[in-house]
């Protein structure tokens, strides 16, 4: 199995930057695609972004511009975050689709946007 840890996670001003990394563990290989998720205080769980092992990425419109999903060689998945909005407070985990499309979660980071 693949084994996930977020990281990076903390409080920054409305406007601030943050960068939360995920390290990949265990059975883990480049095919696989990655991709982040948040959940705001009492809301749902959304998709962000996500990221194929040939680099392919998509971002869905509120944060496109504004963040970048990359990841490198040895599977570490990095968020890049800039001109963040108190809408971005919340929880952001770390996912993994593996070839029979189980997936796999980290136990998430906190993220406080504050103006």
């Known amino acids: 199995q693949v084994h996930l840890v977020e990281s990076g996670g903390g409080l920054v001003q409305v406007g601030g930057s943050l960068t939360l990394s995920c390290a990949a563990s265990?059975?883990?290989?480049?095919?696989?695609?990655m991709a982040w998720y948040r959940q705001r205080p009492g809301g749902q769980r959304e998709f962000i972004a996500n990221?194929?092992?040939?680099?392919?990425t998509y971002y869905i419109n509120d944060v496109k511009g504004r963040f970048t999903i990359s990841r490198d060689k040895a599977n570490k998945l990095t968020l890049q975050m800039n001109n963040l909005k108190t809408e971005d407070t919340g929880v952001y985990f770390c996912?993994?689709?593996?070839?029979?499309?189980?997936?796999?979660w980290g136990q998430g980071t906190q993220v406080t946007v504050s103006s």
């Open positions: 265990g059975s883990m290989y480049s095919s696989y695609v």
């Open positions: 990221i194929a092992g040939n680099g392919y």
């Open positions: 996912n993994v689709d593996d070839e029979d499309d189980f997936v796999y």
